[in-house]
């Protein structure tokens, strides 16, 4: 009987210690192989194209490129990328986003080692897999209201400490149109104020600290 060719896989992280044990716990697996590992985005895309690996194991905050970005670029150019997202960020907007990009899954570190493994095999074989938590806030997300460039141009301001006349001189817009921006992103975040907007905003991934 033949036997059947590893799955290849491609690690993307940019910390040293997240790449040794993901490559160690991939290489106990008789079906699995690690081909390459990658410390930002655009390493991730570089490698891709020499590797064509099977799986790419992506983190989502990285230097140069972000995982998000680093998706949607390789998936530009090969559609049937199979991406699992595996990151330290459980946010609905994370979530959201790696999905809209293209990501087939979307892990937690923390989940059971068993049950990564098993996820790979799963993305391996075509299919989509996320672990309960993550698929309950991507099913909250969903029908919520997109927040607009514009918006998220002045959320990043309210975040920043800055008051409505300093962010209307910064976007070179009218203060009266600064207001307009902060209720309809109050509306959309379901808050009162700009403080719980700027905490919202950051606890679920719509922005983040650099």
Known sequence: MKKLDPIRILIVDDHLVVRTGLRTMIETQVDMSVVAE???????????????????????????????????????KYPEARIIVLTTYDGDENIYRAI?????????????????????????????????????KLAQRMPG??????????LKLIVDGRSNKEIGSALSIAESTVK??????????????????????????ILSFD
Do not use: W
């Not at 209201?145 to 002045?154: A, D, H, P, Y």
């Not at 921006?181 to 679920?204: F, G, Q």
């Open 38 to 76: 990658a410390v930002d985005g655009q390493e991730a895309v570089d490698l891709f194209v020499k590797h064509q690996p099977d799986i790419v194991m992506m983190d989502l905050r990285m230097p140069v490129m972000s995982g998000v970005e680093s998706t949607v670029a390789i998936r530009e």
């Open 100 to 136: 809209q990009a293209g990501a087939r899954a979307y892990f937690l570190k923390d989940l059971p080692r068993c049950e990564i493994l098993d996820g790979i095999r799963s993305v391996y074989k075509g299919q989509c897999c996320f672990q309960p938590s993550v698929a309950i």
């Open 145 to 154: 209201e997109v927040i607009s460039s514009r918006e998220l141009q002045v």
């Open 180 to 205: 307009n921006h902060v209720n309809s992103i109050l509306s959309k975040l379901n808050v009162r104020d700009r403080t719980h907007a700027a905490t919202t905003a950051l606890r679920r991934g």
